[in-house]
DNA sequence: TAGATTGTTAATCGATTAACAATC
DNA sequence: TAGATTGTTAATCGATTAACAATC
């Protein structure tokens, strides 16, 4: 298969949200000028990318955008279900436990896991909470597949390394520090502090 | 001054907490190979970035760990505070400002707005909570000039608008849609749903 | 058809990396 | 000095964009 990008990954992404709203709004079919405005890009791009995903438009009515949205998909999701695990369950790990509760995504969270005694064993917006020792033996049942990290900086390795000793083939890092894992494990850095800096140093610029 | 790119500043970003962490183990000085590993990069990256910030090192003892850190911060932070206000105090607009509250950075958030009746005027993680219809005149009067989206997806588009007629310079946004703005606005797009999904393509992929 | 779009190649652009003289 | 590092240039690499024949 040819190389993918993850910026081209990233962009199939929002090209699907976007659709997904044209497609609420009765929207049939779309050029690839118009869908590159309405994601600030260029529409050769748009056109490089839909080739990726082996979709491919009319050349008088453009792109179908039911059809465009379902090639995309199954470029980007999983043939089965994809089953996640989350490590902290503060502020943040509650807001992304809130956002995939009840939606129907190839992609769910599977379990959730802290230390505080006071979470262990109660559901979090619609997931079970584990205690962290239980990791291992909660990965490896429920077929998980990508750990999910929202613990404070200080304990981001350590948790990195426990889910990579339970077999995770991936991380998405939330914490503000860069984590060392096997060079099988794909990680994934959501470096929030980094792009506060990015904004206001940009922003400054003008 | 030398065209800086977005990819830049987020390493130098990452390389001066690093060199925080150093700095709290009392290590002195680093060479550019030891901090590429830190960071997973390539030592000629760093000595590039380093480059850009204005700072040299000594051939003999490579970089001095508190002057590097102090180079990035002349170079990325803003001469002096710089405010920002956050729309949307969810859970994960409430991370945010946990991660903010008492921290002595130049970046601090100086206001935080809802709709929600049961959240305004009160003071949420030390930051005080207004209603949005109060955002000109706040953003205005505290000379905030940067914004924070933490709305659901079909508000952002609105709380864009009004941040942007208020007169702010850069906008964080939060929501998993694209917004539209005018041209002199900077936006900066932490967007959390394509992590997740390029997360669990390059993962399948190992 | 005439006109506008598509898929796709070629040209451009920018960022990363390798290499090396200068330095201590 | 000998050896390892630095700043910096040159070479490489990859991604973006422009251009255009093919298509409807």
């Given at each position: 298969m040819k190389r993918i990008s993850p910026k081209t990954v990233g962009r199939l992404s929002v090209y699907r949200r976007v659709l997904q709203g044209l497609q609420s709004e009765n929207r049939q079919t779309i050029y690839s000028h118009e869908l590159a405005v309405l994601v600030a890009g260029k529409a050769a791009q748009v056109r490089r990318d839909v080739m990726a995903v082996g979709y491919m438009g009319s050349t008088t009515r453009g792109y179908n955008v039911r059809e465009l949205m379902r090639s995309i998909g199954h470029f980007l999701d999983a043939p089965e279900q994809q089953a996640m695990a989350i490590v902290g369950v503060g502020l943040l790990g509650r807001a992304i436990l809130q956002y995939f509760s009840g939606s129907r995504l190839t992609l769910s969270i599977a379990a959730a896991f802290d230390i505080?005694?006071?979470k262990v064993n109660r559901v979090?917006?619609?997931?079970?909470?584990?205690?962290?020792?239980?990791?291992?033996?909660?990965?490896?049942?429920s077929k998980i597949s990508l750990g999910i990290i929202t613990v404070p900086a200080d304990q981001a390795q350590a948790v990195a390394d426990k889910l990579c000793r339970a077999g995770v083939s991936g991380l998405l890092n939330f914490a503000p520090v860069r984590i060392q894992v096997p060079s099988e494990v794909h990680v994934e850095n959501v470096d929030i502090i980094s792009a506060f800096e990015q904004a206001a140093f940009f922003a400054r610029e003008e």
């Open positions: 505080d005694p006071a979090v917006q619609g997931c079970r909470c584990y205690p962290l020792k239980d990791l291992r033996r909660v990965v490896q049942r």
